[in-house]
């Protein structure tokens, strides 16, 4: 399959700019709220756009969550997820040790991985322990 160019857009580099400079993994309407200050011709529909193509050129992955409010990480490195069930707040963890994952889980199953996410779900510092 040919990728389609996509021609250099102004509002797409600020909403990549955006993303990889925020570290709570921003949702589309976050994104908007922020940006639209600076970049008044902005829609909420450009967002949701430059979003699907930054995530086609791999430059952003998408985080499904529930209800529709996926949400956007930029760190295109390997690591993983701690996530408060309270506030939504998104903070990543880069575990070293699971780097074997891959090949136990594929020998198991034999299964060919390409990749994996892991998610942790929480309470996070700011909203309490769970003793609370
Ligand atoms: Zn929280
Ligand atoms: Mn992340």
């Known amino acids: 399959m040919i990728k389609p160019v996509y ?19 921003p949702s589309a309407m976050s994104i908007y709220e922020t940006l639209r200050e600076k970049l008044p ?10 979003l699907a193509i930054l ?3 791999g430059l952003v992955t998408r985080m499904p969550f529930k209800n529709g409010f996926d949400r956007f990480d930029a760190n295109t490195l390997a690591h993983h997820h701690l996530i408060c ?3 939504g707040n998104v903070e990543d963890i ?26 942790f ?9 769970l003793e609370d």
């Open 55 to 57: 995530v086609e050129q």
């Open 121 to 129: 779900y929480g309470i996070c510092r700011k909203c309490g322990s």
């Open 85 to 87: 069930e309270k506030c």
């Open 94 to 119: 880069t575990l070293p040790a699971l780097a074997e994952i891959d090949k136990i889980a594929a020998r198991s199953n034999e299964f060919k991985i390409l990749r994996h996410r892991i998610e």
């Open 41 to 50: 011709a902005l829609s909420l529909g450009t967002v949701y756009r430059n």
């Open 7 to 25: 021609r250099k857009s102004v509002q797409r580099q600020k909403i990549y700019e955006f993303i990889k400079g925020s570290f709570d993994h």
